[in-house]
Nanobody, 125 residues
């Protein structure tokens, strides 16, 4: 499956963004979808994930309450909504997909086999 992330940009602190991850094939009930981010000089970190069914969502503690993940199965697209943006949210955001990810590894980037190219989010203070 091929992934195409979009929706990043330059936003003022306190603003909102919705990132999109379009997939080349149907992912509903087939792939767990995740979002990761990598800030300059830092390692890639888990942000959020949604189960294959869409019934379960997972978030990093640092973004709980501000980030939301959803999937539109008809459009083969996964969204990451980011509210109350902070300068520390500045990073390249990547979407990823994996077909056989168990719950205990959902925050592990190595569990995801497919990756998009990333979209830059820059938050100004």
């Amino acid at each position: 499956v091929q992934l195409q992330a979009s929706g990043g940009g330059l936003v003022q602190a306190g603003g909102s963004l919705r990132l999109s991850c379009a997939t080349s094939e149907r992912t509903a009930n087939r792939y767990t979808m995740g979002w990761f981010r990598q800030a300059p000089g830092k390692e890639r970190e888990f942000v959020a994930a949604i189960s294959r069914s869409g019934g379960y969502t997972y978030f990093a503690d640092s973004v709980k309450g501000r980030f939301a993940i959803s999937r539109d199965n008809a459009k083969n697209t996964v969204y990451l909504r980011i509210d109350t943006l902070k300068p520390e949210d500045t990073a390249v955001y990547y979407c990823a997909a994996g077909s056989t990810i168990i719950t205990s590894r959902i925050r592990d980037s190595q569990a995801y086999a497919y990756w998009g190219q990333g979209t830059q989010v820059t938050v100004s203070s």
